[in-house]
T-cell receptor, first 109, second 114 residues
Framework: AQRVTQPEKLLSVFKGAPVELKCNYS??????LFWYVQYSRQRLQLLLR??SRESIKGFTADLNKGETSFHLKKPFAQEEDSAMYYC???????????FGAGTRLAVHP | DAGVTQSPTHLIKTRGQQVTLRCSPK?????VSWYQQALGQGPQFIFQ???????QRGNFPDRFSGHQFPNYSSELNVNALLLGDSALYLC?????????????FGPGTRLTVL
């Protein structure tokens, strides 16, 4: 079955602390994975995609096929990083996405 | 470019009624996907429209139907509403050129079924 699991509903950290948002996936083929973010009162938007191997707003994510994970990391959290983060899997075929349930990141001053 | 737009913003219906939600894609995009986001959940794929035809569908009953117009805008129709249909309905647009072209999401329509 194709599935994305984000085990934490809420991650609460202090400003300047490292952040790791966990994402595990279930997929039999070669996956394409994404992180989407939704800031307060804003629409869902793409944060990064693993094939780009880029760093956006200091966030990085590495695909680990052995552990079927795509964790999102940032070394020093900022208050403006507070948002809902969704991990998503592209399962092939046409352009549809399978989303996890999301993790709310709260960064405290 | 206003990006993806959706209307209405909020909607309240009663069980058994029918509802139509509307979406205009981002300029230059020709593919529209619809997602349902229940409270506390991630978006779930309903279906996708391209060239005025449904080309992929998620695990949703036939009560959910859609349409795409020649200008690429799209409608989502839900018949015989159930309480469980209460959710945020998101529209996303993309171009047909690549399998994983970035999807741009609209602000959503909040549907409440009483």
């Amino acid at each position: 079955a194709q599935r994305v699991t984000q085990p934490e509903k809420l991650l609460s950290v202090f400003k300047g602390a490292p952040v790791e948002l966990k994402c595990n996936y279930s997929y039999s083929g070669s996956p394409e994975l994404f992180w989407y973010v939704q800031y307060s009162r804003q629409r869902l938007q793409l944060l990064l995609r693993h094939i780009s191997r880029e760093s956006i707003k200091g966030f990085t994510a590495d695909l680990n096929k052995g552990e079927t994970s795509f964790h999102l990391k940032k070394p020093f959290a900022q208050e403006e990083d507070s948002a809902m983060y969704y991990c998503a899997l592209f399962p092939g075929g046409y352009n549809k996405l399978i989303f996890g349930a999301g993790t709310r990141l709260a960064v405290h001053p | 470019d206003a990006g993806v737009t959706q209307s209405p913003t909020h909607l309240i219906k009663t069980r058994g009624q029918q509802v139509t939600l509307r979406c205009s894609p981002k300029s230059g995009h020709d593919t529209v996907s619809w997602y349902q986001q229940a409270l506390g959940q991630g978006p779930q794929f309903i279906f996708q429209y391209y060239e005025e035809e449904e080309r992929q569908r998620g695990n949703f009953p036939d009560r959910f139907s859609g349409h795409q117009f020649p200008n690429y805008s799209s409608e989502l129709n839900v018949n015989a509403l159930l309480l469980g249909d209460s959710a945020l309905y998101l529209c996303a647009s993309s171009s047909s050129g690549g399998r994983t072209d970035t999807q741009y999401f609209g602000p959503g329509t909040r549907l409440t079924v009483l």
